[in-house]
């Protein structure tokens, strides 16, 4: 049991750093230091949402994982 879930523990955290990756640059902390866009403000749509949420559910799962890991 504990191999299974540290080998799933592994395959969400890769998962969660390609989402990551995967999402697209704001200027969000940019415009905090003089980078241009201050008042540039843009909703998700479409797989730019999808790999949002995918990117929360990683990491409630990968949260979740590891307090499994700790129990078990």
Sequence with gaps: MYNILLIAQIVVATLLIVFILLQQRGTALG???????????????????????LTI??????????LANLVI
């Design 31 to 53: 415009s905090a230091f003089g980078g241009e866009g201050g008042g540039f403000y843009a909703t998700r749509r479409g797989l730019q949402k999808k790999i949002f949420w």
């Design 57 to 66: 559910i990683c990491g409630v799962l990968f949260i979740i994982l590891a």
